[in-house]
C-alpha cells in the first residue's frame, strides 16, 4: 500500500513556473520501488498521463504536450516526487495527480495508487 500527498498547486498566469510536490510513504517498501508519475484531469475531460519516472529516476517520459516544458524527478532518500512546470499555458489547467505503480507505461491503468491531487489554474 502506498500513500501519496501532493503540494505546490495553485494560480498562476501564462507563462509562469510551478513545481509540484508528491510526499510518498509505503508499507514495508522503499519509494524505489515503485514507478512513480504525474497524471491530470481538466474540467470536462478524462484523466490523462503526463510524465513517469523509473525507480531510479535515470528514465523519463512524457505526454507530447509537456515535452520540453515539464521534468520529473524523484528523490528516494526523501520519498519525494516532482513535477517541475515551466511556460505553463492555459490548457494546463487541470487538478494534478501523483500515482505509484510497477510498470514504466503510460497507460493509467499501469498506476494503482494515486493522491487525492493538487489543483493548477494558469490564466490568460
Known amino acids: 500500500q502506498v500513500q501519496l500527498v501532493e503540494s505546490g498547486g495553485g494560480l498562476v498566469q501564462t507563462g509562469d513556473s510551478l513545481r509540484l510536490s508528491c510526499s510518498a510513504s509505503?508499507?514495508?517498501?522503499?519509494?524505489?520501488?515503485?514507478?512513480m508519475g504525474w497524471l491530470r484531469q481538466a474540467p470536462g475531460k478524462e484523466r490523462e498521463f503526463v510524465a513517469t519516472s523509473s525507480r531510479s529516476g535515470d528514465s523519463t517520459l512524457y505526454a507530447e504536450s509537456v515535452k520540453g516544458r515539464f521534468t520529473i524527478s524523484r528523490d528516494n532518500s526523501k520519498n519525494t516526487v516532482y513535477l517541475q512546470m515551466n511556460n505553463l499555458k492555459p490548457e494546463d489547467t487541470a487538478i494534478y495527480y501523483c500515482?505509484?505503480?510497477?510498470?514504466?507505461?503510460?497507460?493509467?491503468?499501469?498506476?494503482?495508487?494515486w493522491g487525492q491531487g493538487t489543483q493548477v489554474t494558469v490564466s490568460s
Open positions: 500515482a505509484a505503480g510497477y510498470a514504466f507505461l503510460t497507460s493509467l491503468k499501469s498506476y494503482p495508487y
Open positions: 509505503a508499507s514495508g517498501q522503499p519509494l524505489s520501488s515503485y514507478i
